[in-house]
């Protein structure tokens, strides 16, 4: 059984930072690619960055670009979300997920149902 445990959610002031963590267990974490998913009230839950098994390859939602790095740490089976210049509109449940097979080619990424393995989620509240 794989399991996924996000940590790090909050509340924050627009333009500030937070970094998110989500460890994950029950099978070999460096074999699989990452992603961050979240969902805001109302909402569709939406792609927010990938990375892939060896770093080597990161993926970003253009509403992101700039302002928010993925990463990974194999060693300590766990993947990273450093959000920084939040803002309101970046309130939402952050969900991670693992992928469902070892490698994904460019879109592949930002589709959920490519992902075998989610978390409960953190909640992120970004004040104005």
């Known amino acids: 059984q794989v399991h996924v445990v996000e940590s790090g959610g909050g509340l924050v002031q627009a333009g500030g930072s937070l970094r998110l963590s989500c460890a994950a267990s029950?099978?070999?974490?460096?074999?699989?690619?990452m992603g961050w998913f979240r969902q805001a009230p109302g909402k569709e839950r939406e792609f927010v960055a990938g990375?892939?098994?060896?770093?080597?390859?990161?993926y970003y939602a253009d509403s992101v670009k700039g302002r928010i790095t993925i990463s990974r740490d194999n060693a300590k089976n766990t993947v990273y979300l450093q959000m920084n210049s939040l803002k309101p509109e970046d309130t939402a449940i952050y969900y991670c997920?693992?992928?469902?097979?070892?490698?994904?080619?460019?879109?592949?990424?930002?589709?959920?149902?490519?992902?075998?393995?989610w978390g409960q989620g953190t909640q992120v509240t970004v004040s104005s």
């Open positions: 029950g099978r070999t974490f460096s074999s699989y690619p």
């Open positions: 990375i892939s098994r060896n770093s080597v390859s990161t």
């Open positions: 997920a693992a992928g469902a097979v070892a490698f994904y080619s460019g879109t592949a990424y930002t589709r959920a149902n490519n992902y075998a393995y």
